[in-house]
């Protein structure tokens, strides 16, 4: 299994980002799909996660800002980060799971200026 994130970078406040995370080896559409996020001194705690019905949840900090979506097309689940503020500088980790198996990918740093 191989999971390929891109996507971040460095952004002012109030700036957008997309983070990408790509899947092979796994029957994509039938695992779950999420976003976490580590900043610096802090514990990883989930963003927003993605079931394979398409079912959404979000933690509170990001609601109405970040939106997670998913391709099984593509086998790609995306983050859109809208308004972005300094408190979500952070390395960012995409997990694919199902009941059994749980992967991780690499992380990805997103770092909002203000």
């Known amino acids: 299994v191989q999971l390929q994130a891109s996507g971040g970078g460095l952004v002012q406040a109030g700036e957008s980002l997309r983070l990408s995370c790509a899947a092979s080896?796994?029957?994509?559409?039938?695992?779950?799909m999420a976003w976490y996020r580590q900043a610096p001194g802090k514990q990883r705690e989930l963003v927003a996660g993605?079931?394979?019905?398409?079912?959404?949840n979000y933690a509170d900090s990001v609601k109405g800002r970040f939106t997670i979506s998913r391709d099984n097309d593509k086998n790609t689940v995306y983050l859109q980060m809208n308004s972005l503020k300094p408190e979500d500088t952070a390395v960012y980790y995409c997990?694919?799971?199902?009941?059994?198996?749980?992967?991780w990918g690499p992380g990805t740093q997103v770092t909002v200026s203000s």
């Open positions: 997990k694919v799971f199902n009941r059994y198996f749980t992967y």
């Open positions: 080896g796994i029957e994509f559409s039938s695992y779950s």
């Open positions: 993605i079931s394979s019905s398409g079912s959404t």
